[in-house]
Each structure stands twice: as structure tokens, then as C-alpha cells.
């Protein structure tokens, strides 16, 4: 047999150079390169073997969690096709790395975490950064990415590559089990060698399937939609990732059956699409929460069906509701005691679209669906065209935004009052124009983020929309960005606090307590003025163009002029944090105190236990 004397880390280089993966008869190298921080964990090894291979480029970045949503952005930019790996030295540079895994996963997005971790030799325990463990000398800070990986191995030898790779493309690759894969690295095994069969490092092609429903399935999920009156769609990631876009279109025009939009299904249709009304759930739009609230089939593809999207089992109210879900887990496809159809959303939709050749919803559901939507487009205007302030709301900073984009594109970002105000408002035209991280909601994926879904495509302009406490969480990047050369426009929100859980705040009767950032008084609380945070200057420091705006006219000025430059640029407003966007027909369950001394919290207490009454157990509901 041919074999190739290589360290360890070379071995695991090589072979990640050669994965690629094919749909459709298209072929894409499913690794663009690595991410990091290198140390003592990591250089050594991994570090040495990036070094002698140009050809994997290496970025560096300036924080390892940010690697991870660098490359999470990338990948969901990508449609899951392409990914970074993401590196790191032994402890905090491993476990910072930790919530940018459990963002992955949450958001089944495939990325790959490097670790370097402690000898696996043992003899000069405990190394620098080492966690000591009484009971037992095979447990180290890695061990805490467990739960939040699809696949997890640690390389104790340089024999046991070969097995894990393998194992570690196959749920990379998976649609239904993707999500953050972790090989620990210790970093004696790293640097030793072995003779690697030559085979291994042959170019591999993972071919990711379209699993086609089971027909007995399918013929069972058309009859469920003939029998149905009010069938609602409910469009998911797995809609986007599947690239079944057109394939939804063509299946909701045909029965006239309408979309509602998850945050990771947003851009699934055009905005202006006939179907489409919009966003659905907490943060969703009044038409589409009215047709799940009388809806008697939900066509759930694609989804997660979070507590977002089902406003914490309250959405669906026709006590007869059934769903039928499309998905390529089983997990998924079974939730909500569902007619389980597991198979690819594209090809479900093909197939499903001929099974119900002759069929359409009725004339009055349709008036009303083309009734919820004109209705929207009015609100949409009233919001963008508020004259409030200054300080100028968030709706207006939103809609001038949103007329100074093309279709191409993307506005990105995770956390805050944004992601609800922009599943409402955002108007989107192409799939991969919406990139909202909001399976884990995670301050600080916004302006990395931004950087993976640049790199994923850099034609295209990319809008990064950032609160200003999720800008002091993670903003670094910027620094990134421009060593990087890739081009990111940012929109920085400055309204002093949190206005997301603030109003949440208000909404448990707590008034706001603990999310605005002010001095603390000679009162011993946060009650003094504002400390103000010169957010234009913290841009311009590391190295973006910058400039404060306080004017819708200066605003829309600026975002003019921004699509011209071709470096990182920043505007910086202020908004009001009081005026927001309202909520519609959806409520979300936050328990409210029990007992409190509080008589606010104690009416918020009563107004939570009538509303949690309306909660469903959809789970043990007779299946369709
Ligand atoms: C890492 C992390 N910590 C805490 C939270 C909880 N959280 C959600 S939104 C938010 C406030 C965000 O503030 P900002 O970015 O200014 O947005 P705003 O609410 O003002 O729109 C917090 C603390 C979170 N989602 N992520
Ligand atoms: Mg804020």
C-alpha cells in the first residue's frame, strides 16, 4: 500500500483539501480555508502544516468565537455547500469557540472547530491552561463542545485520523444532521507522524442526496391538503438551503395556498410574491398570523417550529389544526404529531404540486389573502414613513435602508429589537438577501457574520444592521474586515441599552430595570445620564470609515454615498429606543414572577396566566 509520512495535522490538511461536495451534478470544495487564533495548542501542529500549504488559505481573526460565525455566515451564505474550518490553541482560545459551536448547530449550519487540547502523552500534565480533574486524566475544556456538536472525537493517535474525518464529512455533509463537528487536537498528537495510506488523500466527492418522499407519504399529505379549507405554508431554512425557492412558488400558485416565512425562511419568495405574507409568529405580520390563527393545515417546510414561529404554541388556534411537515430529518418532521414527510423540500414540492393537479383554495381565501397583503404594504409605509424625532426611529432607519438596496443585496443580523422589526419590514427580493442568525440570537454574530457572508460572495454589497449592545460585544472583526480587504457596510444603532429587552422588561412589569446603559448615582442604582459611547470613533479606530448621522435626510444621504466606498464604512444613529415597531396577533411566553412586592409585576403575573391558558399540546394531537 502507498503510504505518505505526515505529521498528524498535515494528514488532517490534506485531507480537508480534498473534500468536496456535489448536488445536482454540481460540484463545490467544501472548504475554503481556516479560521483562528493560533498558540501554543495549535501552532506547532496545525499552525506548521497551514504554513506549508498555501493553497488552504489561513485567516486570522481577533476573536475565536467570531472565527466560528465567520464561517457559520459563510456556510449559510454558501446554502451549506462550503464551509471554514475554525481553529484554536488549548482552553479559552478552545472554549471561546464554544457559543459560535452552539450557534451552528442550533442553526444546522455546518461548520468544522479545530481545537488544540492537552497532551495526549500526559507526562507533563498540567500544561498551561490545563483543566486538572481529580478523577479522571481523560477530561479536558473540550470536552465541554459535547453537547453542542453533531460530532465530536478527540485524535488520542495519529491512526485515528482516518476513522474520524470520515465521520466528520459525513455529518457535515448531511442535511438532516449538520451542524458544528469537533476534532480535538492534542497537541503532542498533532505534531507526530505516521504513515497515512496515500488513498486517503485522494480527491472525495460527497454527493448530498434529494431524498424523495415515500409515495404512500405523499399521496397521504395530498389528500390532507385537498381535504383542507385554510392551508397555510410555513417556509423554513430547509426551504433556502434545499434551493427550493422556485419549486414553493410554483406549488403556491398553483393551489393558492400562502407562505408564511420563518426568520431563516425569509427570502424564500419575493416580498411582492402573491403567496407571500410575510413573516410569521412573535415577530411575524398580521396576515400571516391571522391565517394560522384560523388555519386547519399547516404545511410546516423546512422549519424547526421554534417558539417564534408557533408564539409558544398559541399561533395555530382552529381547534381541528393538523400539519403536514416536510423535512429532511425525521426529528423535524415529526414534531407536532405531524404527517411526517421526510424527504427533500424541492423535491416534496414537485412532487406534491403534481398530486394536487386541479386543486385550489377557495375564492374568499384568496380575497383575503391578496387583502392581508395590500393591508401590509400600507402599514409598511406608515412605519418607514414615520417623521419621528430626533432621535429618529428604528422603522424609519429600516425603510431607508430598504430603498437604497438592489436585490442582490444582503442585510445581516442575529440579536436585539432588529431581528423582529426586520422579519416584519425587510423587503426581500432573492433568496440569500435576508441573513438573520436567529436560531441562538447571539450579540456579536452581526459584524462577523457580515464577514463570512462577504466572503461567500463579494459581488454582492453587504448591509450589516448592529445594536449598539451587540456592537460593544463583538465588534472587533472591523479590524478583520479591512486587514481581509472584503467590503462591509455597517449601521450602528446607538439607543443607549438594550430597547429589546427593555420593552420586554416593561412587559413583565420590571419597568426597564438593568437594560439601559447609564452611571450609576449616588442612589446606588443605574439611574444617572447616559454613558455615552462614541460609536463613529470606535469604528474609525479600527480602521473603518465612519460617520454619526443624526437626520433621516443625513441618513439617506450617507447610505448613497456608502455603496461607492470601497472599504469597510460605518454610519452611526441614534434612534429612539421608545418608539418601536408593535407586535402583531402573536404572543410569546416569558413566566412572569409568581409573587413579587411589585404590583406591576403582580398584574404582568395576571395578564401572563390568562394568555399561557392558550398554549396547544399539538404533540399528542391524533395525526392526521
Ligand atoms: C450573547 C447574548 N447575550 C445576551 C443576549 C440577550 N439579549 C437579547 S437582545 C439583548 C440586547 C441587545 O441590545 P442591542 O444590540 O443594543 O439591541 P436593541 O435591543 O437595543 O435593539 C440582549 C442582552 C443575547 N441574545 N445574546
Ligand atoms: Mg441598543
Known amino acids: 500500500m502507498e503510504t505518505r509520512r505526515l505529521t498528524m495535522a498535515q494528514a488532517l490538511l490534506e485531507f480537508l483539501k480534498n473534500q468536496h461536495v456535489e448536488r445536482d451534478g454540481v460540484e463545490h470544495r467544501f472548504f475554503a480555508g481556516a479560521w483562528g487564533i493560533f498558540g501554543h495548542g495549535i501552532i506547532a501542529g496545525f499552525g506548521q502544516a497551514l504554513q506549508q500549504n498555501p493553497d488552504f488559505p489561513y485567516y486570522l481573526c481577533r476573536n475565536e468565537q467570531a472565527a466560528v460565525h465567520i464561517a ?11 464551509t471554514f474550518a475554525s481553529l484554536s490553541s488549548i482552553g479559552p482560545g478552545a472554549t471561546n469557540m ?3 459551536a452552539a450557534a451552528a448547530t442550533i442553526n444546522r449550519i455546518p461548520v468544522l472547530l479545530l481545537p488544540g487540547d492537552i497532551f495526549a502523552r500526559r507526562n507533563v500534565a498540567p500544561v498551561l491552561q490545563q483543566l486538572e480533574c481529580e478523577q479522571s486524566q481523560d477530561i479536558s475544556v473540550n470536552d465541554a463542545f459535547k453537547p453542542v456538536s453533531r460530532y ?5 493517535r495519529p491512526d485515528q485520523l482516518p476513522c474520524s474525518v470520515v465521520e466528520a464529512m459525513r455529518v457535515l455533509t448531511s442535511p438532516a444532521h449538520t451542524g458544528a463537528v469537533t476534532l480535538a487536537l492534542p497537541q503532542d498528537v498533532q505534531a507526530e507522524a505516521w504513515d497515512y495510506p496515500a488513498e486517503m488523500f485522494a480527491k472525495r466527492v460527497w454527493h448530498i442526496p434529494r431524498v424523495p418522499p415515500e409515495p404512500v ?8 391538503i385537498r381535504n383542507a379549507k385554510r392551508p397555510l405554508i410555513i417556509a423554513g431554512g430547509g426551504v433556502l438551503y434545499s434551493d427550493a425557492g422556485a419549486a414553493l412558488a410554483g406549488f403556491a400558485e398553483h393551489t393558492g395556498i400562502p407562505v408564511g416565512e420563518t426568520q431563516a425562511g425569509k427570502g424564500s419568495l419575493p416580498f411582492d410574491h402573491p403567496c407571500n405574507l410575510g413573516g410569521i409568529g412573535v415577530t411575524g405580520t398580521p396576515g400571516a398570523n391571522l391565517a394560522a390563527r384560523d388555519a386547519d393545515l399547516v404545511i410546516a417546510i423546512g422549519t424547526r417550529l421554534s417558539d417564534f414561529t408557533t408564539a409558544s404554541k398559541t399561533a395555530f388556534g382552529n381547534p381541528r389544526v393538523r400539519f403536514v411537515n416536510v423535512n429532511v430529518a425525521e426529528f423535524d418532521a415529526a414534531k407536532h404529531a405531524a404527517l411526517p414527510l421526510v424527504a427533500d423540500a424541492r423535491v416534496a414540492l414537485q412532487q406534491l404540486k403534481m398530486a394536487l393537479a386541479g386543486y385550489s383554495v377557495e375564492t374568499a381565501y384568496r380575497n383575503a389573502i391578496g387583502e392581508w397583503r395590500a393591508r401590509w404594504e400600507e402599514e409598511t409605509e406608515r412605519i418607514f414613513g414615520l417623521r419621528h424625532g430626533p432621535p429618529i426611529s428604528q422603522g424609519e432607519v429600516i425603510g431607508a435602508l430598504s430603498r437604497s438596496v438592489q436585490p442582490e443585496d444582503v442585510v ?3 440579536a436585539g429589537s432588529l431581528p423582529g422589526d426586520l422579519h416584519k419590514l425587510w423587503r426581500t427580493r432573492m433568496p440569500g438577501a435576508y441573513h438573520m442568525e436567529y436560531g441562538y440570537s447571539c450579540m456579536g454574530y452581526e459584524i462577523a457574520g457580515g464577514l463570512g457572508v462577504k466572503m461567500a460572495d463579494p459581488g454582492r454589497e453587504v448591509y450589516v444592521m448592529v445594536g449598539d449592545g451587540s456592537f460593544l460585544m463583538m465588534s472587533s472583526e472591523i479590524a478583520t474586515s479591512i486587514q481581509e480587504g472584503y467590503k462591509l457596510n455597517l449601521i450602528v444603532l446607538d439607543n443607549h441599552g438594550f430597547s ?4 420586554l422588561s416593561g412587559a413583565i412589569g420590571s419597568g426597564g430595570f438593568g437594560t439601559d446603559y ?3 448615582t449616588s442612589t446606588g442604582k443605574l439611574d444617572g445620564d447616559y454613558a455615552c459611547v462614541d460609536f463613529a470613533a470606535l469604528c474609525a479606530a479600527l480602521g473603518a470609515a465612519s460617520v454619526r448621522v443624526r437626520t433621516r435626510e443625513e441618513l439617506e444621504q450617507v447610505l448613497r454615498a456608502m455603496r461607492g466606498h470601497t472599504r469597510t464604512t460605518a454610519v452611526v444613529v441614534e434612534v429612539d429606543k421608545e418608539q418601536r415597531v408593535p407586535g402583531y396577533e402573536a404572543w410569546w411566553d416569558v413566566p412572569v414572577a409568581a409573587v413579587s412586592e411589585s ?3 403582580r398584574q404582568a403575573r395576571v395578564e401572563y396566566e390568562e394568555a399561557v391558558k392558550k398554549e396547544r399540546r399539538h404533540e399528542i394531537a391524533a395525526s392526521v
Open 98 to 100: 464554544i457559543t459560535g
Open 518 to 520: 447609564r452611571c450609576r
Open 599 to 601: 404590583e406591576t409585576v
Open 412 to 414: 445581516v443580523n442575529a
Open 152 to 156: 465530536w472525537d478527540r485524535i488520542n
Open 72 to 82: 457559520t455566515a459563510f456556510a449559510k451564505s454558501r446554502m451549506r455547500l462550503s
Open 217 to 224: 407519504m405523499l399521496a397521504r399529505a395530498a389528500d390532507a
Open 500 to 503: 429589546s429587552i427593555g420593552g
